[in-house]
């Protein structure tokens, strides 16, 4: 039976395994959270040879290294790694999006860097891949000792594959790990640190290995972050814990205090002491309040306080990007009211535990509990309002919820975590592909496109095709350009959807072509460029159903220099207006407009609907009508038409109804 669910855990780490590799392969070259300046950390460790001193908030933000702040083993590690790389070509990845969205969610422009269509010309990408698989390796390994945990805390009911299924749900967690991030670390040894605790209440001794253990993990949590310190009242506990309750002898917890905290000493004093001998502090609290301080900017109010600590509750489960990218609305309910169920099992579980389940309830209640209260504490005097600072506590979280969804429902415990599952197989195809969208290139002009072939100072748009035919107020615009040549300039493109009538923008985006920056495209080449944005949700419309006309050009950002377009024909215009979607969505109608009645009835049915009659060109269908049964003379006749365009309307059309009688006479019209 262990060598099955040990065979079944193995499975689910190396689906988690390439789960890391799809989430770090749809993720562009620094667009996890924080990744470039974790990776200069190691860049310049290289290059030069010294650790990072911090300095003031500008020139620590221009130099774009702006993690310096944290002890240095993981960067160390990571130096070790991709030592043998050349990287010249660093810079390359730090090409600014002016118009990237950090912190808040919008369909376009999630990235913050533009990343060239050319081949790269050094290592820098294969260093990226070497220290994401680094970071995975830390995060798969976490995930073993999540099962192995669960197994041994419960051993009358273990949940130890439950809980690896439920951390491996997480779609936050298993980005973090396929990012590189310091946090990957310091996770892996806090959750080390607790399984160790674990293991000697079960044997109920401390061998020479687990001393081994106990100062590795200690020392080396000193050395990754901050909040690795918070791992020593955690372990210590546990163990005082064990010895008042009859499982350790005190001597051990004595063995273990004095030699960890000597390995503490030898591992990470040095680092703490270069700290007070630079900033006069050993935590170097003072210097990094003056990089990354909230500067007096704490929630004053009770609504504030809840919105940010909802901030840190969605990131946990899932806030990807650089916490602009989100995944369905429902999975910001599902997941709280789901852990919030666990609860009630959680009470079950601790009434039927016997004292060994019941101090395992205890301590890894206390490293959730642990954490949380050092996110607290941080977050007041540094901006880390982030879910993934409560990873360390990963393995209390997930056992607690796997055992108290157990007591719940029993074997249908798994169910519960299937929605989390699904999410988070889905996000590398359905989220991150759709939001980092590189430029594709494209033998041709599809049949289906519009042809325009407007150019504008060596750069041609050869074409679009429009998805979206209707639109209301608040919904997207989906379309794709077709694009062909460069520019040394590196201008940017706009599309901006105005109202025909008074050319009044209704909404629009800037944005780089496939996120691809427009002096590095190739000129002999075809690409294809998808763009999304939504119409304005307040918009006036009192004239009914209108179609849009798409403005669409280039702009370079830094001068803002509109450049100059000129037709298919080399006419030179001042704006290129494309035939956009038709925005539904009139004012309401008095009652007696919304639901006409037959003539001669008091009845409010709708008449049915006729098929489809004629089709216009090969632009317009009629698809049906609506007629009432009987009118009388002198009453008003109303006539229902649903219509499709079939294609892009390139100009307006007027519609003329007549009404004949059965000899073919006309008497009435509109």
């Known amino acids: 039976m262990r060598l099955s669910a040990n065979r079944v855990a193995l499975a ?39 650790l990072p001193v911090l300095e003031d908030r500008e020139a620590v933000f221009e130099s774009r290294a702006v993690q310096r702040h944290h002890p240095p083993l993981y960067y160390l590690i990571g130096a070790g790694l991709i030592s043998w790389t050349e990287r010249a070509d660093v810079e390359r990845y730090f090409v600014d999006n002016p118009f990237g969205a950090a912190g808040f969610v919008i369909d376009l422009n999630r990235n913050i860097y533009l990343h060239s269509p050319q081949a790269p010309q050094g290592d ?52 973090g790990a396929a990012s590189i991030n310091n946090d990957n670390l310091v996770i892996f040894l ?23 253990v106990f100062a590795l993990t200690l020392g080396g949590a000193a050395l990754t972050k901050l909040n690795g310190l918070a791992l020593f009242p955690l372990v210590y506990a546990g163990l005082v814990w064990g010895a008042l309750r009859g499982r350790l002898a005190w001597r051990d917890v004595w063995r273990v205090g004095g030699v960890t905290l000597l390995a503490a000493a030898l591992l990470a004093g040095w680092w703490y002491a270069r700290n007070w001998q630079l900033y006069g502090d050993p935590l170097a609290l003072s210097a990094t309040r003056e990089v990354w301080g909230r500067d007096g ?48 099992g959680l009470v079950r579980a601790w009434r039927r535990a016997g004292p060994r389940g019941r101090d395992a309830l205890l301590f890894l209640g206390a490293s959730c509990a642990l954490i949380i209260v050092a996110l607290v504490t941080a977050t007041r005097q540094i901006n880390v309002s982030q879910g993934r600072i409560l990873y360390p506590a990963i393995l209390g979280f997930a056992v607690l919820l796997a055992l108290g969804w157990r007591a719940l429902v029993g074997r249908f415990a798994p169910l519960v975590v299937v929605p989390l599952a699904t999410v988070t197989l889905a996000t590398p195809f359905l989220y991150l592909d759709h939001a980092f969208q590189h430029i594709e290139v494209v033998d041709a002009l599809p049949a289906a496109a519009t042809p325009v072939g407007a150019t504008s100072e060596g750069l041609t748009l050869e074409g679009y095709r429009l998805f ?54 190739d000129d002999t080449l075809l690409y294809r460029v998808y ?33 100059p377009l000129r037709d298919a024909n080399g006419v030179e215009i001042d704006i290129l207006t494309l035939a956009g979607p038709v925005v539904m969505g009139a004012p309401e109608a008095s009652p007696e407009a919304q639901t006409p009645t037959h003539a001669g009835s ?58 004949l009688d059965a000899d073919g006479r006309l008497v009435a019209q509109h």
Request: charged share 15%; aromatic share 10%; proline share 7%.
């Open 602 to 659: 008091a009845e409010t049915e709708p008449p049915e609907e006729a098929p489809l009659v004629a089709t216009f060109g090969d632009q317009i269908q009629l698809l049906s009508y609506t007629l009432p049964d009987s009118v009388a003379a002198g009453e008003t006749l109303s006539v229902g038409l649903n219509w499709k365009a079939t294609r892009p309307i390139e100009q307006d059309y007027v519609l003329t109804v007549g009404l």
């Open 297 to 344: 900017n704490l929630p004053d109010n009770a609504r504030l306080v809840l919105l940010e600590a909802m901030h840190v509750l969605d990131s946990f489960w899932m806030t990807l990007g650089h916490f602009n990218l989100r995944g369905p609305e429902w999975l910001y309910t599902y997941a709280p009211l789901a852990a919030l169920a666990a609860l009630p």
């Open 190 to 212: 806090f959750t080390a640190g607790i399984h160790r605790v674990l293991v000697v209440w079960r044997r109920e001794r401390v061998t020479t290995f687990d001393l081994a």
């Open 531 to 563: 763009v999304q944005f939504p119409i304005d949700a307040g918009i006036p419309l009192d004239t009914g159903p209108m179609q849009l006309r798409l403005a669409v050009g280039w702009r370079v950002p830094e001068t803002e220099r509109f450049l």
């Open 468 to 521: 979206t035919e209707t639109v209301a107020p608040g919904e997207q615009v989906r379309l794709e350009l077709f694009v062909r040549g460069n520019h040394p300039d590196n201008p940017a493109m706009f599309v901006k959807a105005l109202d025909p009538n008074n050319q009044q923008t209704l909404g629009g985006v800037d944005f780089y072509p496939g996120m691809a920056p427009t002096e590095a495209l």
């Open 124 to 175: 820098t990408h294969v260093a990226v891949w070497v220290l994401r698989l680094y970071s995975l390796s830390l995060g798969v390994a976490t995930l073993w000792l999540v099962y192995r945990s669960g197994q041994l805390a419960f051993a009358e009911r273990p949940v130890g594959l439950l809980a690896l299924f439920v951390a491996v749900s997480i779609p936050g967690f298993i980005a």
């Open 12 to 50: 689910l780490c190396l689906y988690a395994a390439l789960l890391g590799v799809l989430y770090a392969h749809e993720t562009p070259v620094f667009e996890a959270p924080d990744e470039g300046a974790h990776f200069l950390y190691i860049h310049n460790l290289l290059e030069t040879g010294e």
